[in-house]
């Protein structure tokens, strides 16, 4: 157990509509970073925050934001999907920005039906 | 840009055999490098990571070398176990602290 928990699980909703995922960080970590794993793209960074501000973006579309709120629980909010967007989405946590060891969440597996 | 190439899977070996996954980057200046694994139904798990040329990481039995002069990463383990089945992949991070990740390597271990 890592100590990122991830809710929820799985999820299954329609073309056209908007999810959001959540994401606790470790106790203490400032960092959280959001990845996507896909069948045909792999395992892709999303969007890094670091005590409440963004720090980094990688391959996030427009349809997609993130926040990270004062108790540095994220939010991931994926809105208009398409079939496309079915994925594994992770999040990770670590201690600080620079070379500090990212600790992945479970993953919230992500339908587009 | 930085980038990660590993061999693809899968891998089907027998408990006790010896175990190569092949992985090399790309990359700007000196990244650190890692390993990680992932369970079936489960997230990723850092395995080692070696952050300097010729570091060698290991954990659980698995070893890899930074070799910088074959910008190299290859993870390596004597004996395999049932248990050793996963997804396994190789990763760098640079200063901009995003990981970068192979495609992953699929291992089946056979009893």
């Known amino acids: 157990d890592s100590g990122v928990t991830q809710t929820p699980k799985h999820l299954i909703t329609a073309t056209g509509q908007r999810v959001t995922l959540r994401c606790s960080p470790r106790s203490g970590d400032l960092s959280v970073y959001w990845y996507q794993q896909s069948l045909d793209q792999g395992l892709q960074f999303l969007i890094q925050?670091?005590?409440?501000?963004?720090?980094a973006k990688g391959n996030i579309l427009e349809r997609f934001s993130a926040q990270q709120f004062p108790d540095l629980h994220s939010e991931l909010n994926l809105s208009s999907l398409e079939l496309g967007d079915s994925a594994l989405y992770f999040c990770a946590s670590s201690p600080g920005q620079g070379f500090y060891e990212q600790y992945f969440g479970p993953g919230t597996r992500l339908t587009v039906t | 840009g930085n980038s990660v190439t590993q061999m693809e899977g899968p891998v089907t070996l027998s408990e006790e055999a010896f175990l190569t996954i092949n992985c090399t980057y790309t990359a700007t200046g000196y990244p650190s490098l890692f390993w990680y694994v992932q369970y079936p139904g489960e997230g990723l798990q850092l395995l080692l990571k070696?952050?300097?040329?010729?570091d060698k990481g290991s954990n659980k039995g698995f070893e890899a070398t930074y070799r910088k002069e074959t910008t190299s990463f290859h993870l390596e383990k004597g004996s395999v176990q049932v248990s050793d089945s996963a997804v396994y992949f190789c990763?760098?991070?640079?200063?901009?602290?995003?990981?970068?990740f192979g495609k992953g390597t699929r291992l089946h271990i056979l009893p």
């Open positions: 990763a760098l991070r640079n200063r901009d602290d995003k990981i970068i």
């Open positions: 070696a952050t300097k040329a010729d």
């Open positions: 925050y670091y005590n409440g501000e963004e720090r």
